[in-house]
């Protein structure tokens, strides 16, 4: 069960999720759950529904693949591009007539931006710079990590 809730939350299948268990565990640190998190947490996907643009998780990833969504400048249409500190995301134009979006700017799902996350005003446009690597501690839901860790831990 709180493998299903991290599939879930970050709309994944479980061949993606055992990809990141697997890069994950072959960075050394401490704990492979948390950089398999700040991993999750850096998709843009993920940054565009973490920054109030979309609605949904599954409504931020269509916003990416209708190439609503500009990287450093550049469209990017892959879900799950990583986002890396000084990367600035921003909305195009039609992207800001989206329903989703429009949707999101009327009744935004999240209360605040996450820390790692600023954002800035030029013009009608906004902008989001991720100022900082995710924390473990920044994911919006509650799951037991030793659970995770459990399930996954034949994986290499």
Do not use: C
Request: proline share 5%.
């Amino acid at each position: 069960l709180e493998k299903q809730k991290v599939m879930f939350n970050y709309g994944l299948r479980e061949s993606q999720l055992r990809n990141y268990v697997t890069k994950s565990k072959k960075i050394k640190t401490a704990s492979w759950v948390d950089t398999m998190i700040i991993a999750l947490e850096s998709r843009l996907d993920n940054v565009v529904f973490r920054a109030n643009w979309a609605p949904s998780t599954p409504a931020a990833r269509q916003m990416v693949t209708h190439k609503h969504i500009k990287v450093n400048g550049v469209t990017v249409n892959v879900p799950g591009y990583q986002i890396k500190p000084g990367d600035v995301i921003e909305i195009t134009d039609k992207g800001a007539k989206s329903g989703n979006y429009l949707q999101a700017k009327v009744r935004p799902r999240i209360s605040s931006v996450p820390a790692f996350l600023t954002k800035e005003a030029s013009g009608e446009k906004e902008k989001i710079k991720m100022v900082a690597k995710p924390l473990a501690e920044d994911i919006p839901f509650a799951f037991e990590k030793r659970l995770v860790i459990e399930y996954y831990w034949k994986v290499k």
